[in-house]
């Protein structure tokens, strides 16, 4: 069964970087877009970034755009998230996620990992 599992959350200051990885177990992100989402405690879960099949087009939320870059390595079968300039706001859970087009709709995305806690401190 195809799993994506993120790493790379923790607590950071504000103004701080993180990256966050997620890992598919097999081909998972092959021929597929994937992108990253994110839930704070109370809100929906939230697009962040995404990446189209090949890498060519990427796509941020205006909250996140100039300091996020999201990439993909299909050797590793691994997406990345690249967190820069961090605030307070950024705090949430990160899920990455994988669909057959890049779409800011969460209900679009049909396979999703289990999150990984990112903090960001004032």
């Known amino acids: 069964q195809v799993q994506l599992v993120e790493s790379g959350g923790g607590l950071v200051r504000a103004g701080g970087s993180l990256r966050l990885s997620c890992a598919s177990s097999g081909r998972a992100f092959s021929a597929y877009a994937a992108g990253w989402f994110r839930q704070a405690p109370g809100k929906e879960r939230e697009f962040v970034a995404a990446?189209?099949?090949?890498?060519?087009?990427?796509y941020y939320a205006d909250s996140v755009k100039g300091r996020f870059t999201i990439s993909r390595q299909d050797a590793k079968n691994t997406v990345y998230l690249q967190m820069n300039s961090l605030k307070p706001e950024d705090t949430a859970v990160y899920y990455c996620a994988r669909s057959t087009i890049a779409t800011m709709e969460p209900g679009m995305w049909g396979l999703w990992g289990q999150g990984t806690q990112v903090t960001v401190s004032s």
């Open positions: 990446i189209n099949w090949s890498g060519a087009s990427t």
